[in-house]
């Protein structure tokens, strides 16, 4: 945990592109958001965030591959990962897609799987003139020893990292 908090802060320093803000962090919980502008239509956003082993860092798997990761973008599918020997982890699980516009998730991510937490990622697709603006927004709840307040600002790192290499993938062909 403590790399992954590391590489948290360096995300942090790093993702300026994206507009990123912890909302709100208290014991009990916190909201964080990320907002980008991707130069394309939203189908196109769409067609690369429903495929999460395109752009997804490999450094935030438990299989340590990006090309275990897949989501079934329909009510009741998994943002899932398979794990060597047979295993698996069920990161999240899809509450509601509407192709080119909207998808929720639930769960938790990362260190989270391990705390009596889980939340919403809600990320919207706004589309304007060929291009379409991403805000994403995670609201987590629950238990953590000590509070979730302090996975705020780290989980907030990671997911505007996960946001930029959408937006790399999305532009260019390339997450990284």
């Known amino acids: 945990m403590r790399i992954w908090l590391a590489v948290a802060a360096l995300t942090l320093t790093l993702t300026t592109a994206a507009r990123a803000e912890v909302v709100d962090a ?69 509450v509601h897609a509407a192709p080119n516009a909207r998808l929720t998730l639930f769960g938790a991510l990362g260190p989270l799987q391990n705390t009596g937490a889980a939340g919403h990622l809600n990320i919207l697709l706004s589309e304007k003139d060929g291009r379409t603006t991403v805000t994403l927004t995670y609201d987590v709840g629950g238990y953590m020893k000590g509070g979730l307040a302090t996975l705020a600002a780290p989980v907030d790192g990671v997911l505007g990292q996960q946001i930029q290499r959408l937006k790399g993938q999305v532009e260019t062909g390339k997450a990284g």
């Open 26 to 94: 208290t014991p009990g919980g916190f909201q964080v958001r990320q907002s980008v502008e991707i130069a394309a239509p939203a189908a196109r956003v769409w067609a690369s965030l429903v495929q999460p082993a395109l752009w997804w860092d490999p450094r935030h798997t438990w299989s340590g591959s990006a090309a275990n990761l897949s989501l079934a973008a329909a009510s009741g599918g998994c943002f899932c990962e398979r794990l060597p020997g047979g295993g698996s982890v069920m990161h999240m699980s899809t």
